[in-house]
Nanobody
Framework: QVQLVESGGGLVQAGGSLRLSCAAS????????MGWFRQAPGKEREFVGR???????YYADSVKGRFTISRDNAKNTVYLQMNSLKPEDTAEYYC????????????????????WGQGTQVTVSS
């Protein structure tokens, strides 16, 4: 069983930055692809980005060039660096593990992921 715990959320002004962390325990973290999703009130959970076991990264168009995903396998942790934040980035952010580390088609749906964290709130004020 894999447990995921996100941290680093908070309140930030538009144009600011935050770095989210997701610490994993159990399982084989280094072999998993890790994804980040977000969910705003009244909206569906949406794909933000993904990093595969070999560190290939993929991003939603809405965050490309502003957000960066990285991982530290020695610490069993994945990060989401968010720069140039906008009010529309306000959401609960979740990390998720894809134990199959699949790559085609690109797994962007919540059902493609096996384990989830509890989420961390990010609020961007205008």
């Amino acid at each position: 069983q894999v447990q995921l715990v996100e941290s680093g959320g908070g309140l930030v002004q538009a144009g600011g930055s935050l770095r989210l962390s997701c610490a994993a325990s159990g399982g084989s973290f280094s072999s998993y692809a890790m994804g980040w999703f977000r969910q705003a009130p009244g909206k569906e959970r949406e794909f933000v980005g993904r990093i595969r076991s070999r560190r290939f990264t993929y991003y939603a168009d809405s965050v490309k060039g502003r957000f960066t995903i990285s991982r530290d396998n020695a610490k069993n942790t994945v990060y989401l660096q968010m720069n140039s934040l906008k009010p529309e980035d306000t959401a609960e952010y979740y990390c998720a593990a894809d134990t199959s580390d699949s790559y085609y088609p690109l797994p962007t749906k919540p059902r493609d992921y096996d384990y989830w964290g509890q989420g961390t709130q990010v609020t961007v004020s205008s």
